[in-house]
Structures are given as C-alpha cells and as structure tokens.
C-alpha cells in the first residue's frame, strides 16, 4: 500500500545574497555620495570611517581597490585641474553613468515599498501602451510594462520559433495586447532650497532629491512620453537639469514660493501636453518676492499677508490654466497648514501634510493616482 507524503514547511537560517566586495561597498557608497551632493573626497572619507567601525573590506580588498575599480568600471573619472584653488576635491569627478545609478538606487528605493499600481486611463484615439485594449498584438517594445506581456501569445511564439524539445524564450518572441494611448503628462517638481531644509539638526534636501531623482528615473523609463522638469526655489527660482540632482545643495536662502510658481506656469505653458502638474516639496513659509523694480521684499516673522496673498493669486492663476498644484507640506506648524490649506483652496489642488518619511511613496502614489485621469 502507498503512504502518501506528509507536506510542510522547512525553516532555514536566512543568509543574505552573495555580494561581491565591490557591489557591497558600491551600495553605501552611492548612498553617501547622494548625502555628501556629489562630494567624492567627503563621501569616500564616510566609506572609510565605516569601514573602521565595521570592517566592510579586507586586505585582499582595500578602499583602495574599491576606488579603482570605480574608475575601470566608469563610475568616476580624473580630470586635471588648472590650478584655480577654488577647492573642489582631488580633481575626482563622477561620471553620467553613476548620476544614473545614484537614480536608479533612488528609485529601487522608493517603489521597493510601493504596491504595485495601474497604469492611467486617459485615452486617446492613438494606440500605445494604454488601458483600453483592442484585442490585437504587436512585437514587445523598450518601454513596454511587463504587465502588458500576453504570456500565451508568447510562449506559442517560442514554441513555434525553438521547438518544443528545445524550448527557450526570448525577447524576440514576446508579444502584448495593443490598447489605446495614454494622453502625456507634463510635470514640474519644485523643490525648497532654503536654509530652513537643513535646520533643526535635520537633513530634509536628501529626501527631497532622492524623490526627484527616483521620479525623474521612473518617467525617462515607465512613461517616456511624460515631461518632467525640476526646479529649485529660495530667494529666487531656476530650472535645474536631471544630471545635476545628486549635487543639490541648501543656500542661505528665505523662500520665494512666488517665483517657483512663476517659473513652473512659464515652463507648462511650453508643453502642448493637455495634462499638466506641479509638485511642490516645502518645509516652510513663503517668505519673500521680489518686487516689479527688482528688491526683494522678505519677513522671516509669521505669515506676512502680503507675500501670502501673492501666493495665492498665483494659486488661482494657475487653477485658470487647468495646472492643479500638489504640495508636500513637510513642516508641522499648524499656522503653515492653515496656509497650505487656504493655498490648495485657491488652486483646487491637493496638500499632504507629512513628514520626511513615507515622502517618496506618497509623492509617486499621487504621481500614479493623477495618470488616471484628465487633469483639467
């Protein structure tokens, strides 16, 4: 007589992928050099202390090593100084590829907490990679959520093109079920550079450019068709490029939210994209504009009616365009949310008033939520 087996669960001691020592190293590393803005010397010094504390290398593999390794694998490169002074490091540099990386880590970061979530649905009558589906198939294509991948469609091809004894499944074979294209979203994030991100004993530019690091890597890769543009705020405003995220520093600056406003309606004016958004990520209080004449007008004390009403009326003008604004109050102050609050009234958008953790989540949460829809 046959016993049947007895079915269960076997517990193991749980042991942590193998990493080689340069990928264990390189991990912290882009880590610090995110913390330092781009700083190699100052980054490197971190890595060292570590490394004392806690004993990341070996004599067979020194900081040393690590740092050439770096440099064969394209992750930094020398360049020669002309003698200037002006005391930017050992003439280290980091190369395109590791601005890259520094994203790509920044978004594995951020979506590794992140529930798996639609795509939007604002049609079109175009076909892409949208939600309604035609029922017909096409080739996979670069960009093509995986999702989108008709599994039986695609092992029929493999079969057909290998042969069933010699099975394999390549790249070539997959196919995915057309649908009608998503309309394009146009974006600006504004990001505080005040003073005030770096007061109190607490680092609030690191999260700030991590989540636009991570969210300038997930529209280039997931939806290339989006626009996103970054820009900085503090006295004044100006656009920032992708590459230069990872170097982003706090200045002595009071915070000019009418001039981030102004800059970001200039910049969604250009899209001919119907869906347009600004992001804004602020941790204090507007205060300061600068007048028709070119002075600045500042008070760091309270809420100063006249630099809020000028919020405010850019808040409205924006709402006239059909460009919703989403603030990302990190202060706790219940007078600033009682700003916050008025500000999104105004524009008919939306404000969350949270701290630094959960920032990323919530910000591409609402970046995904937006897709679903018209923003009109």
């Known amino acids: ?130 939600e309604e589906h035609t029922g017909e198939f096409r080739e996979f294509r670069f960009g093509d959520a995986l999702e989108k991948i008709s599994l039986t469609e695609s092992l029929k091809n493999a079969q057909v093109n290998h042969g069933v004894n010699a099975f394999n499944l390549t790249e070539d074979d997959l196919v995915v079920e057309d649908s009608h294209f998503k309309a394009q979203m146009s974006t600006v994030l504004m990001i505080d550079i005040s003073h005030s991100m770096i007061l109190y004993g607490e680092d609030r530019i690191t999260p700030a450019k991590k989540v636009a690091m991570a969210l300038a890597e997930l529209i280039t890769t997931r939806y ?24 982003l520093q706090v200045g002595p600056y009071h915070t000019n939210t009418v001039a981030g406003l102004q800059l970001a309606m200039d910049l969604l004016r250009r899209k001919r994209n119907t869906n347009k958004q600004i992001f804004m990520i602020t941790d204090g209080k507007p205060s300061c504009i600068r007048e028709s004449d070119g002075s600045y007008y500042m008070n760091s004390y309270g809420l100063d009616d006249y630099i809020t009403e000028k919020c405010y009326n850019m808040a409205a003008q924006a709402r006239k365009l059909h460009i919703p604004i989403t603030t990302f109050m990190i202060a706790q102050d219940s007078y600033l949310q009682r700003f916050v609050r008025e500000f999104t009234q105004a524009n008919q958008g939306k404000a969350f008033y949270t701290g630094l953790k959960g920032l990323g989540e919530m910000i591409f949460e609402d970046y995904e939520a937006n897709r679903k829809k018209r923003v009109k």
């Not at 626009?227 to 230069?244: E, M, R």
């Open 224 to 247: 290339p068709k989006d626009t996103l543009d970054i820009l900085v705020f503090g006295n004044d405003a100006w656009p920032i490029a992708i590459k230069d995220l990872p170097y």
């Open 1 to 130: 007589m046959e016993t049947s087996r007895r079915k269960g669960f076997i517990f193991t001691k749980y042991e942590a992928p193998h990493q080689s020592p340069f990928d264990k190293l390189f991990e912290i590393f882009t880590e610090l050099i995110t913390h330092t803005s781009g700083d190699f010397d100052e980054a490197i010094d971190w890595l060292r202390q570590l490394d004392k504390e806690y004993e990341l290398t070996t004599p067979q593999y020194t900081i040393d090593d690590f740092i050439e390794d770096l440099k064969k694998k394209g992750y930094i490169r020398e360049e020669i100084r002309n003698g200037d002074g002006d005391g930017e490091g050992n003439g280290i540099r980091l190369s395109s590829k590791m601005e890259q990386n520094i994203r790509q880590q920044a978004l594995k970061q951020i979506f590794s907490n992140l529930k798996k979530s639609g795509s939007g649905n604002h049609s079109t009558k175009h076909s892409g990679a949208g």
